[in-house]
């Protein structure tokens, strides 16, 4: 298993819309461990394959305590949806920032295991915003894209700002 490198917005790779996956083999059961691996270790409860600068629809996520119910979406698509919540997001790709979003209560979801094997999954609550929220990443947006303007040009000064203190700080 490797860490993989996540990338920080406003890195523009972030906006890459993915690809399908279409072949189900053992390089892609290494993405899916490696993605796995590099979740648990940032913390995080969801993570898109985009996020790694691998653009293909592929996302890994684990909303338990334990960190041992991981779910795989392969090319995932929402086949229904209802109602509205709003939760406060955060985002590995945004280290630090959390912002309220609103997003559909509940989702009917169909996708692909690793193995190839098409599922449909219904999902609510923190479950049905985090299969959102990684969704966009494979659309190429981030969740920051969701507030106003001014939040968005506040939070992308502040990340590139971050940026340039890591760069200063590793020579």
Request: with cysteine.
């Amino acid at each position: 298993m490797a860490l993989l490198t996540i990338l920080n917005y406003p890195d523009p790779r972030l906006h890459t819309v993915a690809k399908p996956v279409t072949t189900f083999d053992a390089n892609l059961k290494r993405l899916v461990q490696d993605m796995k691996e590099t979740m648990y270790a940032a913390p995080g409860i969801g993570l898109a394959a985009t996020q790694v600068n691998h653009h293909v629809q592929l996302i890994v996520i684990d909303t338990s305590k334990e960190q041992n119910d991981l779910l795989v979406l392969i090319n995932p698509k929402i086949l229904s949806q209802s109602g509205t919540q709003t939760y406060e997001e955060g985002c590995l790709s945004v280290p630090g920032i959390y912002e309220t979003v609103s997003r559909a209560e509940q989702i009917k979801v169909e996708a692909y295991d690793v193995d190839g094997k098409k599922f449909t999954l219904d999902a609510d609550g923190l479950l049905s915003v985090c299969i959102q929220h990684e969704m966009d990443h494979l659309k190429g947006k981030v969740f920051v894209e969701y507030l106003s303007p001014l939040k968005r040009n506040r939070i992308k000064t502040k990340m590139l700002k971050h940026s340039r203190e890591i760069e200063r700080n590793s020579y």
